[in-house]
C-alpha cells in the first residue's frame, strides 16, 4: 500500500493557501535581494560602481518581485473571498495544481510586462555612470506608459479587489452571525472581528506601502519628461528613495500580517508541519 501523499492529509483551502504563501515569499525574499544595490546606488548620489549586467538584472528583478508580491497577495484574498462566500465553487476550482498554474501564470505575465527594464542598462552622462534612469527621451517616454500600466494593473486593480472581496467577506459573516444569533455566536463574532481586523490592516499596510511609491515615482517621471527644473528633480528622486524602503517593508509586513491576523493561516501551518514530519518519520 502506498504512503498517503501530502495533499491527502490537509483540506484543499489549506493547500491553495501554502502554494501562494511559498509562492508570495519567494517574490518578497526575491524583492530583498535587489535593494541593497539599488539602495548603494541612491546613497553614492546616483553613481554607478557595478557591472552593466548586474544594473538591467537589479531593475528588472526589482519591479518583476514588487507587482508579482502585490499579485499574490490579491490571489490571496480571492482564495479567501471564495472559501467563505462561495465554499463550494472553492472545493471545485481552488485546488492547488489550478492554484499553482495561476501563480505561475502570474510569474508568466508579469515578467513578460517588466521585460522592457531588462533592456535599460547603465548610461554615462557627464562622465558619470548612472544606472535606473531613461538612457534617452524615447525611453523615457516608454518608461512612463510603464509607469501607468503598473499603477493600473499592478496597483489600482489590486487594491480594489482587496477591498470587495474583504468587504463581501466581513458582510457575509456579520449576515451569518444574524441568521445563527443563538448558536455558535460567540464563534462567529470572533471570525468577524478577526476579519475586520484583517481588512482594516490589509488596507492600511497596502495604502502605506504602495501608493507613496507608486504616486511619487509618478511625479519623479513627468518631471524628467517635462524638463522640471533640478532641484525639483532631485528632491522627488529623493523622495522616491525614501517611498522605496517603503515599498520594501512590505516583504516583512506579509509575513507577520498573514501570520498573526489569521487563525486559519496558523493553523494550516501547524497541519503541513505535521503532515512533513509524519511523511518523513513513516519513511
Known amino acids: 500500500m502506498s504512503a498517503p501523499t501530502l495533499s491527502s492529509r490537509f483540506p484543499s483551502r489549506c493547500s491553495t493557501s501554502v502554494v501562494v504563501m511559498m509562492n508570495l515569499a519567494l517574490s518578497d525574499s526575491s524583492f530583498s535581494l535587489t535593494l541593497p544595490l539599488r539602495l548603494a546606488y541612491y546613497f553614492n548620489n546616483g553613481v554607478w560602481d557595478f557591472p552593466d549586467w548586474l544594473c538591467r538584472v537589479c531593475g528588472y528583478g526589482f519591479y518583476v518581485n514588487l507587482y508579482t508580491s502585490i499579485l499574490f497577495l490579491t490571489l490571496l484574498s480571492l482564495l479567501r473571498w471564495l472559501a467563505v462566500s462561495r465554499p463550494l465553487h472553492h472545493s471545485a476550482l481552488a485546488t492547488p495544481t489550478r492554484t499553482l498554474l495561476v501563480c505561475l501564470g502570474i510569474w508568466a505575465f508579469v515578467a513578460a510586462c517588466c521585460s522592457p527594464f531588462s533592456f535599460e542598462g547603465v ?124 515599498a520594501a517593508s512590505n516583504c516583512v509586513v506579509n509575513p507577520l500580517l498573514y501570520y498573526y491576523a489569521t487563525k486559519s493561516f496558523r493553523d494550516n501551518l501547524t497541519r503541513v508541519r505535521s503532515s512533513v514530519l509524519s511523511s518523513t518519520g513513516s519513511n
Not at 538612457?135 to 486593480?157: D, E
Not at 456579520?174 to 445563527?180: C, E, G, L, Q
Request: glycine letters at 6%.
Open 123 to 246: 548610461s554615462t552622462r557627464s562622465g558619470l555612470r548612472h544606472c535606473f534612469e531613461p538612457s534617452n527621451p524615447s525611453s523615457l517616454g516608454l518608461m512612463l506608459i510603464l509607469n501607468y500600466v503598473g499603477l493600473a494593473v499592478g496597483f489600482l486593480l489590486p487594491f480594489i479587489t482587496l477591498i470587495i472581496c474583504y468587504s463581501s467577506i466581513i458582510h457575509h459573516l456579520m449576515a451569518k452571525s444574524d441568521v445563527r444569533s443563538n448558536e455558535s455566536s460567540g464563534i462567529l463574532r470572533s471570525k468577524r472581528r478577526r476579519s475586520v481586523h484583517l481588512v482594516t490592516m490589509v488596507t492600511v499596510t497596502f495604502l502605506f506601502c504602495f501608493l507613496p511609491y507608486h504616486l511619487f515615482r509618478t511625479l519623479h517621471l513627468h518631471a524628467l519628461y517635462g524638463g522640471w527644473r533640478c532641484d525639483v528633480q532631485s528632491a522627488l528622486q529623493q523622495v522616491v528613495v525614501v517611498t522605496l524602503c517603503l
